[in-house]
């Protein structure tokens, strides 16, 4: 079997069991048809690791450098992506006062802003459906990205852990693999993710191991596939 009908036969196997862990109805709601309405593509595999790159990167410097913007696990991925896609001229390196300077190549294809936005997210259905710069975390995945495992060791750098945390007043949320970091070289499998509110406050931005995740105290944000709000392995598809 050549290579490209072996990774989708691996793709059914594990949608197959998605659709067995969190049920057919649920399933519909949390993932969009392939192929319908626009979405955000990049030209080539080299586009695609120069978004990877600034996408890490910047996810994992907003742990030491919070931006304001970034007051939830969506609003972390949205600054990144966006950022990510910017041209990062001397004056944008200047007033992102980023703590290392980036030696990255540029996305050569870089999608044109409109009325000063960018198109990032698909937030409907419908092949018409416009691309927005805002999504929050649950449309995101539904709509921006590829289901790829139940199993955290398949996450790439630029991947995002979804979990469904139903007792919580935001239920959906996202945390970004950076692997490893360019600003602590200690580990190679750092996470990165903002916690969202928490009682009364508005919570921060973390920075974990992975190993660390795994043995998390709370059993319900281990990224284990017997974790049952952990839904998985996500992939935006910008990078697919």
């Keep these: 079997m050549e290579g490209t009908g072996l990774n989708r036969l691996i793709r059914l196997i594990r949608l197959i069991r998605l659709i067995r862990f969190v049920g057919l109805i649920g399933l519909i709601g949390l993932i969009a048809p392939v192929g319908l309405g626009a979405q955000l593509r990049l030209a080539d595999e080299s586009d695609r690791a120069a978004f990877r790159g600034w996408f890490v990167l910047l996810a994992d410097a907003a742990f030491y450098q919070p931006p304001a913007e970034i007051t939830d696990c969506a609003a972390l991925v949205r600054y990144a992506m966006r950022e990510a896609l910017r041209a990062h001229t001397a004056e944008w390196l200047r007033l992102a006062r980023l703590p290392v300077a980036p030696a990255l190549a540029e996305v050569a294809s870089r999608p044109a802003a409109r009325d000063g936005r960018l198109p990032l997210f698909r937030i409907a259905a ?20 590829r289901f790829i495992s139940r199993e955290a060791s398949d996450a790439r750098p630029g991947d995002l852990l979804y979990y469904r945390q139903p007792s919580q007043r935001q239920p959906d949320h996202l945390m970004v693999v950076v692997g490893p970091s360019r ?25 974990v191991r992975m190993a660390d995740l795994q043995r998390h105290p709370a059993p319900r944000w281990r990224p284990v596939p017997s974790n049952k709000a952990f839904i998985g392995v996500f992939r935006l598809v910008a990078l697919t």
């Design 183 to 207: 600003l602590d070289p200690s580990a190679n499998d750092f996470i990165v993710y903002h916690t969202g509110p928490v009682d009364q406050a508005s919570g921060e931005i973390r920075k």
């Design 126 to 145: 419908g092949a018409d459906a416009p691309l927005v710069e805002f999504a929050d975390a649950r449309t995101l995945v539904r709509w921006n990205t």
